[in-house]
């Protein structure tokens, strides 16, 4: 059988060469020319090459948070002929220990802060090759692991709402087409110099701020730490970026602070992940003179639309490459950056596309003028006893609750193994399970009261912001923190 070409490696040896004079990637820490790249790259590959791995291609872990050793780590591996497993920062040892069980992980790349400690056998490195990362052996699981499709070049997780992160594998060339048709769909140039605070891991990032930088011998601006307000401010004035790239958390933050100074270069500004504020977006660009701009995206197609005119509403118009249906039954997508399928769930994927290839995306919305606007999402009723509940509906009722600062509903498992209605609740000292269920029960049916009660003292979130349903899967097997 003909190995199946890498497509990544080639467009990046491409890119680094013709762009060598430019500055490729910042952090706090220095900057790399797009020639230096290559050169750090090249060697970290050669290193890699060299470790005593059980198949090909390796598959390699990459756990960290943003950096220029970060980007030197990824070019690495693929130049290595590894496949990088892009995990998120913010998984915790639980999440990562899945990942490296069920995808077979080889090598794992991290801090050496990080807590790897059951799932790593030994550190393979210390002379500095890796910047300040550490590369360690995983070590080996009972489980055999799945078969990776020929044409993997790059593997990235979803959020891990079905109970374990879902790898989703990617063909070099579908990363490839979402950097080419996002630098098409947004006008990215070769003078644009991006500030990016959301992690390289996450789709949003990794689709708008790394290959499709390179593409264009564009420079990347990486943050270490907690993204404040006033850490994107000194960031934006240090590196005089011309796009911002964040969550919608930032924004607010920023809205909260109200600077009076440090977006003067700054011309768009780029959001995605959960929904903003239509009062965030305008206080935004009020203070700044920056508008923000919708983008929409799902891990398993990679970017589907972008909003080139802030002010028109909704989620933009689709990118090139993408096909977009909105339809009664929901949204469904066909593109040209979509994933293959998931390694670590057989059929999982290929059960939320129909017969023309179109991936169900989960989301409601219509088409406006050519632009994407969500209503809402297909999936999210719990289905308790034969009757239909709308966790939001549950939340909103929770959060009115004298005393709570935040809550979730969703469906889980009583004891018997039955389906139940959840919920877990940040609350004030004070409150307490009792006094929330008769809350519930003055202003709900009592089906709609949940089953299950957790108390925190806050809900615990990923990276972009939204709840993490696996951790709060878990908070329901530990005692209450009130």
């Not at 401010?233 to 924004?251: G, K, M």
């Not at 929904?275 to 009020?286: A, C, G, K, Q």
């Amino acid at each position: 059988m003909t190995p199946v070409r890498a497509v990544l490696p080639e467009v990046l040896t491409d890119v680094l060469a013709r762009h060598g004079d430019r500055v490729a990637v910042t952090d706090a820490d220095g900057l790399l020319g797009y020639a230096d790249l290559a050169v750090r790259a090249r060697a970290a590959a050669d290193r890699l090459a060299r470790y005593d791995v059980r198949g090909e291609p390796p598959r390699v872990g990459l756990y960290a948070t943003n950096s220029v050793e970060y980007v030197v780590a990824y070019l690495a591996t693929l130049f290595a002929g590894a496949v990088p497993f892009l995990a998120d920062s913010a998984f915790g040892p639980f999440e990562l220990s899945r990942i490296a069980e069920d995808c077979g992980l080889d090598l794992l790349i991290h801090a050496p802060s990080a807590d790897v400690r059951d799932i790593v056998s030994e550190s393979l490195t210390d002379d500095g090759e890796f910047g300040y990362l550490t590369v360690s052996r995983v070590r080996r699981y009972d489980t055999p692991r799945p078969r990776l499709l020929d044409d993997t070049e790059v593997c990235r997780f979803t959020s891990g709402s079905t109970g374990r992160p879902n790898c989703i594998e990617f063909s070099g060339t579908a990363v490839s087409a979402a950097a080419a048709n996002w630098v098409k769909g947004t006008g990215l140039t070769a003078e644009d110099r991006i500030a990016c605070f959301a992690a390289l891991s996450n789709g949003l990032a990794f689709n708008t701020s790394l290959l499709a930088a390179f593409l264009q011998g564009a420079s990347l601006h990486l943050s270490h730490g907690l993204p404040t307000a006033s850490r994107v401010v000194r960031l934006l004035e240090n590196t005089a970026a011309t796009r911002l790239v964040a969550f919608p958390a930032l924004y607010e933050s920023i809205v909260r602070r109200a600077p009076e100074e440090g977006f003067a270069t700054v011309r768009t500004a780029i959001s995605s992940g959960a929904p903003l504020r239509d009062s965030v977006r305008e206080e935004f660009t009020r203070l700044t003179g920056v508008p923000i701009h919708n983008y929409y995206g799902v891990a398993e197609t990679g970017p589907l639309t972008y909003a080139a005119d802030a002010t028109g509403g909704g989620l933009g118009t689709p990118l090139p490459g993408v096909h977009l249906l909105a339809e009664e039954h929901g949204i469904r997508v066909r593109s040209e950056s979509m994933g293959s399928r998931y390694l670590n769930a057989p059929g999982l994927f290929e059960q939320r596309l129909d017969d023309e290839g179109y991936y169900h995306t989960g989301d409601q919305g219509r088409l406006l003028d050519g632009a994407l606007h969500l209503t809402g999402r297909t999936s999210r009723m719990v289905n308790v006893g034969g009757r239909k509940i709308d966790p939001i509906e549950i939340a909103d009722v929770l959060r009115a609750a004298p005393g709570v600062l935040d809550a979730v509903a969703f469906e889980a498992e009583n004891q018997h193994g039955e389906p139940a209605l959840a919920a877990v609740v940040a609350a004030e000292p004070g409150v307490t399970t009792q006094s929330l269920r008769a809350h519930c029960a003055a202003t709900l049916p009592s089906f709609k009261v949940p089953g299950i009660l957790r108390l925190v003292d806050r809900i615990p979130a990923n990276s972009i912001g939204k709840p993490s349903v696996e951790r709060l899967r878990r908070l329901l097997t530990t005692p209450d923190s009130h």
